[in-house]
């Protein structure tokens, strides 16, 4: 008896880990609240040169090359006000700051709050916990730009997640407050067919 006392007292204490992906807690239906309070569907819109934190045109004139997507600014102004710091400016400019985003996550994230997230089943649970989640993908070529989201707490079912990853919020080519992270990183192909997006998860405060 002990010792079934002692374990189910060690899954408590190990919160998220042992979450369901199925189920959505109160602090993750919260979360989700926060987040689609940002309205990327209206903000960070492609093309436009915007200021990170709210995502509107600053009226800057865009002068390099590319399609200027703001999946980046988008994560920095979602974690700032949910009380994470990640690489954003003035540290880093928001030109190709998705690449700068992952490096530092690996490299100094955990010092910051941010800790390892082994796959998207993990990292579906972690959000659904009410944690907030990034995934991300650094680009194979220097000079060209990753891709990072934030995985939304949402019910996805063994078989979604194993089809499609986890649901995300994100800005891109197109923004989406819920799209499979499959579909969100369609434009790094490498990302999911070989794997190779991170996820990292950092506690909320939630009221």
């Known amino acids: 008896m002990r010792t079934a006392v002692l374990l189910l007292a060690a899954c408590l204490a190990a919160g998220s880990a042992f ?27 492609a093309g436009a040169h915007v200021d990170w934190r709210s995502g ?14 703001h ?11 949910l009380g994470a710091y990640i690489l954003r400016p003035p540290q880093h400019s928001q030109v190709l700051l998705a690449n700068a985003q992952y490096e530092w ?6 010092a910051e709050g941010w800790r390892a997230v082994p796959d998207g089943n993990a990292a579906q649970a972690a959000a659904n ?9 650094e ?6 730009p990753g891709h990072i989201a934030i995985v939304r707490p949402a019910s996805r079912s063994a078989a979604e997640l194993a089809a499609d990853g986890p649901l995300v919020i994100q800005a891109g080519t197109t923004n989406s407050s819920a799209i499979a992270l499959r579909e969100g990183f369609a434009g ?15 506690a909320v405060a939630a009221p």
């Open 129 to 137: 916990a009410g944690e907030l989640v990034v995934a991300a993908y």
């Open 188 to 202: 790094h192909p490498a990302a999911w067919r070989d794997q190779e997006v991170a996820y990292y998860a950092h």
């Open 71 to 81: 999946c980046s600014a988008f994560v920095a102004s979602a974690a700032e006000r």
């Open 19 to 45: 979450a369901d992906p199925l189920t959505v807690s109160p602090k993750g239906r919260w979360l989700a609240s926060q987040l689609d309070a940002m309205g990327v569907e209206g903000k960070w819109i």
């Open 105 to 110: 996550l690996g490299e100094d994230g955990e």
């Open 139 to 144: 680009s194979h070529r220097s000079d060209k």
């Open 56 to 69: 509107l045109p600053d009226g800057r004139p865009e002068t390099s090359p590319g399609r200027h997507t």
